[in-house]
């Protein structure tokens, strides 16, 4: 019901920013909550943040936290995460993911709660 397209994502230097972007098309933007969520070589896909329909509400995971920014613009029907002093542990592929407010469980941390999902940035941090 919604497609998601992603950008972004790159290579820098431990301590630099990137940005992860995920555009949304097919349906009401503010219909569904957004996440996102890493995955490196070898782990399992893990929760990173969420966001509500208003984007009132955000929540990350603690090794995150005052380094990530998760927002939205609903005109635009974007989500972006905003990830500063980036460290080595962060490299994987980020996606975002839609689920519908109304099967929205917040705050949605695991990867079955969400039911539609972008195709992936990479991101790279060297040290």
């Known amino acids: 019901q919604v497609q998601l397209v992603q950008s972004g994502g790159g290579l820098v230097q431990a301590g630099g920013s990137l940005r992860s972007s995920c555009t949304a098309s097919g349906s009401t933007f503010s219909g569904y909550a957004m996440g996102w969520f890493r995955q490196s070589p070898g782990k399992e896909r893990e929760f990173v943040a969420a966001?509500?329909?208003?984007?009132?509400?955000?929540y990350y995971i603690d090794s995150v936290k005052g380094r990530f920014t998760i927002s939205r613009d609903n005109a635009k029907n974007t989500a972006l995460l905003q990830m500063n002093s980036l460290k080595p542990e962060d490299a994987a592929v980020y996606y975002c993911?839609?689920?519908?407010?109304?099967?929205?469980?917040?705050?949605?941390?695991?990867?079955?709660?969400?039911?539609?999902w972008g195709q992936g940035t990479q991101v790279t941090v060297s040290s």
């Open positions: 993911a839609a689920v519908p407010n109304t099967r929205s469980r917040w705050p949605n941390t695991k990867p079955d709660d969400y039911a539609y």
């Open positions: 966001i509500n329909w208003s984007g009132a509400r955000t």
